[in-house]
């Protein structure tokens, strides 16, 4: 008999700050309430969600635990403030399991659930190549780890020593893209080029991971043989000021446009003819598919899952930090516009692909969590 018992899951994260792990953690919770679970969301509250917004919420002071609550002492007050709490918590609301995602709030659970025999899982989204083993540390107390990269499992096998029999690839449900009036896109794609004729568009926080240095040195790169060319960023973070920067600096000020945060991401991408990604880490990108959904082709960078996202039938992928090879891979793919638009059919029908269907991935969340709460720990994965 298939076991349809509305499930508590307790949804963790350092913060609920603006970038793709939010976004998966909101869209899993918004589709798992639809089915009629109940979805607690416990972390530090920031821009996407926090008690005033969210109906069922657990302020924990998770974001002291990770690197940004300073030095250790005060990171260890942190982790006791966030244990204590979260088990007075559990032991007053039970939970079927427990989903951390990082490797801040897996430490605070696995801590929190001594005794109380509630199971854990740990997704891990990536991080610097430095910061794998130390994540497979705190992801072996786990009783299962989820990544949505293949590259990323192995990873955490190799350099984390996570158990494989304990380790389960599962991607991310991307909805569907809203539609965008043509009018408008047009509107937006004349004023961003600004007199141009051809625009980049990134989706990205501005912080070191993104590499968005490298992004300005590409452009400075095509600025003199494609001066029409206008790379746009959207989003916004600690080194925006830096970045404006470098861009003056390196004398594309007036080619590299810094949007700020955005709510309609595809409306940019639509008014687009290239998605670039110029990241020095990453699992499985988010905005890879948005880009593909709105229908342009991607060059991006080596990361882990963006591998088993893009090929040469979609776009491009490069070594990372390698501006040569993807200002080459930009201009390869701008200056032919019968490639770019074959490219462009193409990354329509990847993002059609079962893999990315909310309604699939999310159900296999589900699977996965009464897996748990049953009993049945141990690695599984469903073929899309």
């Known amino acids: 008999m298939t076991d349809t018992r509305p499930l508590h899951v307790l949804e963790m994260q350092t913060q609920f700050g603006v970038g793709g792990i939010t976004r998966h953690v909101l869209s899993l919770t918004d589709w798992l309430r639809g089915q009629g679970h109940r979805v607690t969301l416990g972390g530090s509250p920031a821009a996407w969600a926090g008690p005033d917004d969210q109906p069922d919420y657990l302020d924990l002071p998770t974001r002291a635990v990770s690197g940004e609550g300073g030095g250790m002492p005060r990171r260890m007050v942190a982790v006791a403030r966030s244990v204590w709490r979260l088990r007075a918590w559990l032991k007053a609301n039970p939970v079927d399991v427990i989903h951390a995602h990082e490797s801040a709030p897996a430490l605070v659970a696995n801590l929190a659930r001594k005794g109380l025999g509630v199971p854990l899982i740990v997704t891990y989204h990536g991080s610097e190549p430095e910061r794998i083993a130390a994540f497979g540390r705190i992801a072996r107390g786990a009783d299962l780890v989820i990544t949505p990269s293949y590259n990323s499992a192995a990873d955490l096998q190799r350099i984390g020593g996570v158990d494989p029999t304990r380790l389960t690839v599962l991607g991310l449900g991307v909805p569907a893209a809203p539609c965008d009036p043509p009018q408008e896109v047009a509107a937006l794609r004349q004023r961003l080029l600004a007199g141009g004729d051809r625009l980049v568009m990134t989706l990205a926080r501005l912080e070191r991971q993104k590499g968005i240095d490298v992004l300005i040195r590409v452009a400075a790169r095509l600025a003199g043989s494609h001066p029409g060319w206008r790379f746009a960023v959207a989003g916004d973070g600690v080194d925006e000021a830096r970045l404006k920067t470098q861009a003056r600096e390196a004398g594309v000020a007036d080619r590299v446009i810094f949007l700020g945060r955005v709510e309609r991401p595809h409306l940019y991408l639509r008014a687009a003819d290239l998605f670039l990604l110029t990241s020095r880490w990453e699992a499985l990108p988010f905005t890879i598919v948005e880009a593909f959904q709105a229908g342009i082709p991607a060059v991006a960078t080596a990361c882990s899952g963006v591998v088993e996202l893009i090929d040469d039938t979609v776009g491009a992928v490069v070594p990372i930090g390698d501006v ?22 193409r990354a329509l029908q990847r993002a059609a692909e079962p893999r990315f269907d909310p309604d699939w991935v999310h159900a296999q969340f589900v699977q996965t969590y009464r897996r748990l709460a049953d009993g049945r720990a141990g690695a599984w994965n469903p073929d899309p």
Do not use: G, P, Y
């Open 324 to 345: 040569e090879a993807i200002a080459q891979a930009v201009r390869r793919i701008l200056a032919d516009e019968t490639l770019r638009s074959d490219m462009a059919r």
